[in-house]
């Protein structure tokens, strides 16, 4: 299914739009989708620090650790809200760190896509790229993510269900969101 173009009746955003939620949750392919509803340009911070470091996040987290990570993440999230309004899908531990977070909160609408943990497993399965799921059973892992994240995602200003169906419902469920914030 083809993404459609900009609706013409929904305003130019000032802010910036920064989803956040666990692996899985489709900040990325929803992220994209989002954007060209939108008409603002997307951008996933985890490819931009791979393009900044020149390295891969998993090779980041073998060679300096995670905390190394969250500081570059910290910085390149900066820069991106920083920018031009746009629309940013985040690694799923971005705004559990508390600068991050802050900093997410005052500058730009943290979208919370939120799913079960069945449907995240499943979408998750399909990428071996990522660091915390090396080795170990997926639902587990996200399980005990969502048990300390949820919390913090809870903070976001907009909380969306991302169900196992098309990407487009819930694209339309943040466009409506967004225009009952005002």
Sequence with gaps: MATPAPDPSLRPLPRSIVLVGLMGAGKSTVGRRLAARLGMPFVDADAEIERASGLSIAEIFERFGEAHFRDGERRVIARLIGGPAKVIATGGGAFIAAD?????????????LDADI????????????????RDRDPAEVLADLAAKRNPLYAEAHIHIS??????????????????ARG
Excluded: F, G, Q
């Design 162 to 179: 991302s169900k196992p169906t098309p990407h487009e419902a819930t694209v339309r469920a943040i466009v409506a969101a967004l225009a």
């Design 118 to 133: 069945a449907t995240l497993a499943e979408r998750v399965k399909r990428r071996d790229t990522r660091p915390l799921l």
């Design 100 to 112: 991050t977070r802050a900093l997410i909160l005052a500058e730009a609408v943290a979208v919370w």
